[in-house]
Nanobody
Framework: QVQLVESGGGLVQTGGSLRLSCAASGRTISSYAMGWFRQAPGKEREFVSAISWSGDSTYYADSVKGRFTISRDNAKNTVYLQMNSLKPEDTAVYSC?????????????????WGQGTQVTVSS
């Protein structure tokens, strides 16, 4: 099993930037696709972004395309999410997870080993 720990969240003004990290331990994640999801209060968890095991392929929700960039460093067993031009609607708890099953990249059911998440708050 992989343990995932997110960090880098915080409070930022509209238009600001944050860089989230997802550090893995217990097992290498270099052979797995990884994803970022977010959950706002009163809402369901939603897909944000994903990256293939090699980093060659990336996927984004329409709501963050052009503003967020996912990347990974397999040597450090870490996945990143660079978030620019943040909006109040980006406020949520952001979690990373390992894609454990084939199927839709955007579906939470295909992911496992969820981290506890990091809070991102964007003030208007």
């Amino acid at each position: 099993q992989v343990q995932l720990v997110e960090s880098g969240g915080g409070l930022v003004q509209t238009g600001g930037s944050l860089r989230l990290s997802c550090a893995a331990s217990g097992r290498t994640i270099s052979s797995y696709a990884m994803g970022w999801f977010r959950q706002a209060p009163g809402k369901e968890r939603e897909f944000v972004s994903a990256i293939s095991w090699s980093g060659d392929s990336t996927y984004y929700a329409d709501s963050v395309k052009g503003r967020f960039t996912i990347s990974r460093d397999n040597a450090k067993n870490t996945v990143y999410l660079q978030m620019n031009s943040l909006k109040p609607e980006d406020t949520a708890v952001y979690s990373c997870a390992r894609k454990a099953r084939t199927g839709l990249t955007t579906s939470t059911t295909n992911y496992a080993d969820w981290g506890q998440g990091t809070q991102v708050t964007v003030s208007s």
